[in-house]
């Protein structure tokens, strides 16, 4: 990936936990490298196919004005992804704020916070076999497609299957969506939780019926774990349901700990 970077933007403004830094203001600098794709206006020479970093700069001193926060990691946090919403060709950044001024009474050169934020690419397994099973696919995907810190949202075609895992139930729909995503792992999760529970989903039997079943199978590379959460998704690469629809949106998509692409996964599966 590319990088446009930007160095020591000065920039006086009203952050701090103290009433006198909220008052009286101070200077800051701005150190940040935007991960995209140059080639294209370099080949061209069309600005409009790149970042216009003098732009980003103008962007940055007037969210700075309009904004006070308490501490750097607020700034640091809203601001990058402030960046990222308003730059849409930018897929990462790297951003650091400085505090050179700080009220330490220690002789310092510098206090800052430095994140990396950025969109990530995901895939999610969604299902439905009670009631209106097309209508709650349809919520969930207007859901998704509301939120600011999700984009470039696709959907699979929907399949008619039949239930997985024993319990005697509904044939289930079945798609699934393909997005890009500032949202982590957890939240994610919670968003999808937040989602389900719109559609009155009910967590009663495993495997059993519901009116919507949202799963998260993959998030970049990622390979994670924790109490609520394990991606890939477990057992995905048994099932057609999830394979065949996944296969339709990113074929060559490899499992990070499998290492096969999901076609490969799928012709294994099928020809078992």
Not at 12 to 33: D, P, R, S
Not at 150 to 166: A, D, H
Not at 184 to 212: F, V
Request: overall charge negative; proline content about 5%; aromatic content about 10%.
């Amino acid at each position: 990936m590319d990088e446009i970077r930007i160095e020591n933007l000065n920039l006086y403004a009203y952050h701090g936990v103290y009433e006198e830094e909220q008052k009286n203001g101070q200077n800051f600098f701005v150190n940040l490298t935007l991960y995209t794709d140059t080639q294209k206006a370099g080949k061209s020479d069309d600005l409009s196919l790149s970042i216009d970093y003098g732009q980003v700069c103008l962007f940055i001193a007037k969210w700075m004005k309009e904004h006070t926060y308490k501490l750097l990691e607020a700034v640091a946090e809203n601001l990058s992804e402030a960046i990222l919403l308003q730059f849409p060709l930018a897929r990462e950044i790297d951003f650091e704020i400085c505090k050179p001024e700080a009220p330490i009474p220690l002789p310092f050169e510098n206090v800052s916070v430095r994140i990396r934020r950025g969109w990530h690419p995901v895939y999610l397994s969604v299902g439905s076999n009670m009631g209106n099973r097309s209508g709650y696919l349809k919520l969930a995907y207007d859901e998704l497609n509301q939120n600011s810190r999700i984009r470039n949202l696709k959907s699979s075609s929907v399949l008619e299957t039949k239930p997985y895992g024993g319990v005697e139930q509904d044939d289930f729909m079945n798609a699934v969506f393909a997005l890009d995503t500032m949202l982590t792992p957890a939240e994610l999760l919670e968003e999808l939780h937040r989602i389900e529970q719109m559609a009155h989903r009910e967590r009663k039997i495993h495997w059993g019926p519901r009116t919507l079943d949202l799963d998260i199978l993959l998030y970049d590379k990622l390979i994670y774990e924790d109490e609520n959460l394990i991606i890939p998704h477990v057992d995905m690469e048994n099932r057609e349901f999830v394979l065949k629809p996944l296969c339709e949106l990113a074929p060559n998509y490899r499992h990070p700990i499998l290492q096969k692409t999901i076609k490969q996964l799928l012709d294994g599966l099928q020809t078992e």
